[in-house]
Structures are given as C-alpha cells and as structure tokens.
C-alpha cells in the first residue's frame, strides 16, 4: 500500500532532512511538500496533492498560527481525514498539550537523519 505524507514546514532544510529520514524508514512512502499552512490548506481544497494519510505540521510558522492552521486543514479536508503529527525543534516538555485539538503524537526534531528515521518507524504505523 503506497502512503502518502504531507509536510507542512516553513524550513527547506526540514523538508530536505525529513526527505532523507522517510526515505530510510519508508522507502515506498510519497511525500508532497508545503512551506505554509495556507498554501497546504489551498492544495488539499483543489486536489492538488494526493489525499495525505499522515500530515507533519511544525507548530512554528508564520502567517498562521497553529491552532487556526489545524482547523483550516480539518476544514480542507471535509469528510475525509488525515492523521495530523507535530513536528516541532521545541523540547516536548515545552509544548502544551494538544490532545483537544486532536493531536496525539508529536516528534521533537532530533539531532540527526537517523534518528529522525527512527521516530518515523516508532510514529507511523505502515501497512
């Protein structure tokens, strides 16, 4: 079964880290790319990306802030739905709790691709 994954994230270097690391988890995974939340809410309303199964969101970006971007992705996405995963450079001691708005996992952006690769085998379960 082919997975597809959206990043959300204002970084290219993230995006190019991420690639790596799923890469090495999960060879056969595809991945679509988003530098705001507008333009990933904007995409997913006009089908431009596949139906994202997993969405990674860093909860540090302009333009949006995270709660509202959680929503308008929600939104976008209607009747269909997408598991929604923080990625975050922020220590997970520091972050609130995000259970209410539907967030159960959350990633601290470790110190290299490997060990970010390692996150993705424990977070994502692929079938």
Request: proline share 6%.
């Amino acid at each position: 079964m082919n997975k597809n994954i959206l990043l959300i994230d204002d970084d290219p270097d993230d995006h190019e880290i991420f690639n790596y690391a799923l890469e090495m988890a999960f060879p056969d995974v595809n991945c679509e790319h988003a530098f705001d939340c507008l333009d990933a809410v904007e995409r997913i309303k006009k089908g431009i990306y596949p139906h994202p199964d997993s969405i990674f969101v860093d909860v540090n970006m302009p333009a949006m802030e995270f709660p509202k971007c959680l929503f308008s992705i929600n939104e976008a996405l209607g009747a269909s739905s997408a598991e929604i995963i923080i990625l975050t450079g922020f220590q997970l001691s520091d972050l609130p709790s995000y259970d209410a708005l539907g967030i159960l996992k959350v990633i601290s952006k470790p110190s290299s691709v490997e060990m970010l690769a390692e996150k993705l085998r424990e977070t994502m379960v692929i079938q």
